[in-house]
């Protein structure tokens, strides 16, 4: 039986609780307990598997938080040959703070939904003793917060991600690449990002970590409007960017906008795979606990 909390996965009702801890503890919670069924083994970002409690399995091996939750006992199997650093690149530039109409109002934008996504995903690492590094992007700085594991690293990175805010543009190659030095070649590391603005930097600083000793993703952020083009009427666009404006006639301009949309979302998945860098797309609009299941399924393939 799966445990899905909606009231509080549900992306427009996570939008409006200002709680960042509390969130990303609800949904890694959440997201744990339905795991147990789940055939996913592994270290760094796999989650292994659940199992119920059998007769000679060591006391210290039952989750007694999952107990408390449950009133079953359920032990947790893992197939790990050591701890691994899962890092977390944020893209933080203007185009991050689009989001969706047709969201509930003071829905989140894109880098709201990364704040949340990584510190749930960063949780989930160090429940299992991965260690999380940070390293939040924009042209006002560079949020780095150097890989540890345990729970009060945890909420470290929790708090930056508080403070983390957008910038106008993506910073320059060299200057990722100088703040990317300071990552270790062991692990896994995950960029989430539009890609709109800048993309061959972005692409350049995931080709630069690019190792045999280490998985590289690229997490393309997309809202629902992006992919539907769900506009009636004139419109009036604005890049976040360079604050160039539009107007144009929705009905006249849908063709055109999805046909482009898809020759860059494929040009993007190409890219990123000729260079072993797995693309994995994002729907900002949907259950967060969705996105981490695929996510492991896509996880699990490329291994």
Known sequence: MLFVMHTLINPALLAQLKDLPLVAKTVAQGFLYGMHTSQQRGSGMEFSQYRAYEPGDPLSNIDWKLFARSDRYFVREAERESNI??????????????????SVKGAWHKLDYAKHLVATMSYLAQQQGDSVGLLGLSSHAAEL???HSGYQHWQKTVLHLAKLESGTMFPSLDFIQQQLAKVREHGVIIMLSDFYENQDEIIGALQHLQSPRTDVIGMQLISQDELSFAYKGLVHFEDRESKQRLTLSAAAAKKAYLDNLSNFNLGLQNKLQSMGITHYQVNIDEP??????RFLKVRAKSL
């Open 288 to 293: 967060m606990d969705a996105t981490l299941r």
């Open 145 to 147: 917060l150097p890989a």
């Open 85 to 102: 650093q899962v890092w977390f690149l944020i893209d933080a530039s203007a185009s991050m703070l689009q989001q969706s109409s047709v």
